[in-house]
């Protein structure tokens, strides 16, 4: 490798606050700033997981009227800037899976707009993520519904687009080849400060469950733990000094403070853990994880993994120091700094951009944020870049749509939520059905109070899910039931059924579930069962019962999209949306600790 490496005597150490930077000290075994080749090369990895269109910052007011900014392209792209001159020639970027689908940015242009932006960023490797095959075709339609349509063809323009590749070591076509039209064997290398680096993609092999499984249905997600050895031990025989994972597989550590310790990461609740347990030591050098928008920033043995909460707010970094003689990464040195928020103004005192932590302060002075010893600037070209299309987006979110929220309505996921009830209940009525399903997973944001506009409705719901309908057997509906919530993806809300969960998650979650008014299913009786199209094609856990269903009990045609149902709810309700009580869904007490409870 060449001679000429560049020293590093300068390293992060893990801030108070990530938004303020600084300069760090050296850390223990790195030989002081010389002009040697034997010192260490600090390469930086910075890892971003489930952006999901997030170009646009988030803006929320103070009660003193102050705007505290969080999120969007330009302001990463400031941060990005930062880490570049911090290490001229060292940095690298990786992305851990969806990209797009989440905001009307990213719709409009079916993801163009985001590989716009990492294109100018120059990433190095994307992982594919599960909601990459959300668009299906080029073109309005969310699947193929003519003669001809490729499933795959928004997918396919985006990788055509990229200038960076896609990557996927355990995704195959239904004949077991790799798909020709990724362009790569789900790997890839790069240099950076003349070290080779491999960096090798995955995808959850949940993704015919998370996704639209009509889009996917000639495709097929291998386990991922032959094809992780196999790609990792290619990269090696190819030359590579560092290898580098991006998946978009997650974990859930509730702890930050000490990355060695990871007894807060619940081992149950995330697939890269048993991944990374099955790997021989060596197999990796580091990991930028996804899927789950839970925040890691932890070491697994020797190996550093980083995962963000997504949607632009926040990226990670792992400082690796590779030995220029041995050309392997010496894991004592590494460092990351998990979860950096991206604000580009912080409170001057608290050096804090949280809203909630500024909302309890007596006073706020905004100030612009540091970073690594710099400040931190929007960055202008990726401001122009996305302004044709955010003019775009504000003509279409300022557009009322005669309906009124009460009051603001919450999304939850691991529990009852009013903002649930009223989709379930708007999917039942519209639908003139018996029941109504939605999935937590489906709602992406609170809906505010007063009078709504498309983007208010747009942000609540962003996939293009339609209505549809199942006729199912109370027996049916009850199986149905058991594997929605027996499926870890959140807590289902209903309506027309009360249903008794288990506390604990698992399988046989569902205790009981009865009519609204009391009265028990009936298991040969027939009902009519309102839920998002989704649902109805097996996603979330469910085609183990709905691909047993005869067609003529599938009503996949009724055309209108989530967003409509529930505007068109409101309208039918006086223009108004009345937050629904909560006591659908009752919850058993638990009997000591649940079986997978993190301790």
Same mark, same amino acid.
């Given at each position: 490798m060449p001679r000429s490496l560049r020293t590093?005597?300068?390293?992060?150490?893990a801030l108070a606050s990530a938004c303020r930077g600084g300069p760090a000290p050296? /850390?223990? #075994?790195? $030989? +002081?700033s010389s002009p040697t080749s034997d010192a260490p090369l600090r390469l930086t990895l910075?890892?971003?997981?489930?952006?999901?269109?997030?170009?646009?910052?988030?803006?929320?007011?103070?009660?003193?009227?102050?705007?505290?900014?969080?999120?969007?392209?330009?302001?990463?792209?400031g941060f990005v800037a930062r880490l570049r001159e911090d290490n001229p020639g060292g940095v690298f970027l990786v992305d851990a899976g969806d990209l797009f689908q989440g905001t009307l940015a990213s719709n409009l242009t079916e993801g163009a707009v985001v590989v716009d932006v990492y294109n100018h960023l120059g990433y190095a490797a994307?992982?594919?993520?599960?909601?990459?095959?959300?668009?299906? /075709?080029? #073109?309005? $339609? +969310?699947i193929a519904t003519h003669p001809g349509e490729d499933p795959l063809g928004a997918l396919k323009a985006r990788v055509k687009q990229a200038r960076f590749p896609f990557l996927s070591a355990n995704l195959r076509e239904a004949d077991g080849q790799r798909p020709a039209w990724l362009g790569n064997d789900g790997t890839a290398l790069v240099t950076v400060h003349g070290v080779k680096v491999g960096i090798l993609g995955l995808s959850t092999p949940s993704t015919p469950q998370t996704t639209n499984p009509a889009n996917v249905a000639a495709l097929r997600f291998q386990p991922m733990l032959p094809v992780t050895?196999?790609?990792?031990?290619?990269?090696?025989?190819?030359?590579a000094e560092v290898v580098v994972m991006t998946a978009h597989a997650g974990g859930h550590c509730t702890k930050l403070e000490e990355p060695r310790d990871t007894s807060s990461c619940d081992r149950q609740d995330g697939e890269i853990y048993a991944l990374l347990e099955a790997l021989p030591p060596g197999t990796v050098d580091a990991v930028v994880a996804g899927h789950t928008h839970q925040t890691m920033g932890h070491f697994f043995g020797d190996v550093p993994v980083i995962e963000t909460s997504g949607q632009s707010r926040s990226f990670g970094v792992v400082d690796l120091y590779v030995d220029p003689r041995a050309h392997r990464v010496r894991p004592e040195l590494t460092r990351i700094q998990a979860a950096v928020p991206v604000c580009p103004r912080v409170d001057a005192a608290s050096g804090s951009c949280d809203v909630a932590v500024l909302r309890e302060q007596a006073s706020v002075h905004l100030v612009p944020a540091t970073f690594r010893g710099g400040p931190v600037a929007p960055d202008a070209q990726v401001e122009a870049l996305l302004?044709?299309?955010?003019?775009?987006?504000?003509?279409?979110?300022?557009?009322?749509?005669?309906?009124?929220a009460t009051e603001k309505l919450l999304r939850a996921y691991e529990s009852e939520g009013a903002l649930g009830n009223l989709v379930a209940d708007a999917l039942r009525s519209m639908a003139g059905a018996d029941v109504g399903v939605m999935n937590a997973g489906g709602l992406r944001a609170d809906l505010a109070a007063g009078p709504l506009t498309f983007g208010d409705v747009y942000e609540v719901l962003p996939f293009d899910n339609t209505?549809?309908?199942?006729?199912?057997?109370?027996?049916?509906?009850?199986?149905?039931?058991?594997?929605?919530?027996?499926?870890?993806?959140?807590?289902?809300?209903?309506?027309?059924?009360?249903?008794?969960?288990?506390?604990?998650?698992?399988?046989?979650r569902l205790q009981r579930v009865t009519l609204s008014d009391g009265r028990p299913l009936e298991p040969t009786r027939m009902y009519r069962v309102a839920l998002p199209d989704f649902l109805a094609r097996g996603g979330d856990g469910l085609g183990p019962l709905t691909d047993t269903l005869p067609p003529e009990r599938v009503d996949l045609a009724r055309g209108d999209d989530l967003r409509q149902v529930v505007i068109s709810h409101g309208r039918a309700h006086g223009g108004t949306l009345v937050p629904p009580q909560v006591g659908r869904i009752v919850f058993t007490p638990p009997q000591g600790a649940c079986p997978n409870a993190v301790r």
């Open positions: 590093t005597a300068v390293l992060l150490a050296t /850390p223990p #075994g790195l $030989p +002081p910075v890892g971003t997981n489930d952006f999901h269109g997030w170009v646009e910052a988030r803006r929320q007011t103070l009660p003193d009227g102050q705007v505290v900014e969080q999120g969007g392209a330009a302001n990463y792209a994307a992982a594919v993520g599960n909601h990459e095959f959300d668009y299906g /075709p080029e #073109g309005p $339609p +969310p050895l196999a790609a990792a031990q290619s990269l090696r025989a190819r030359g302004a044709p299309t955010l003019a775009r987006v504000a003509a279409a979110q300022r557009a009322p749509v005669g309906v009124t209505l549809a309908v199942l006729n199912l057997s109370g027996a049916e509906l009850r199986r149905l039931l058991t594997l929605g919530y027996g499926s870890r993806k959140g807590v289902f809300a209903v309506s027309g059924v009360q249903v008794t969960l288990d506390t604990c998650q698992g399988p046989q």
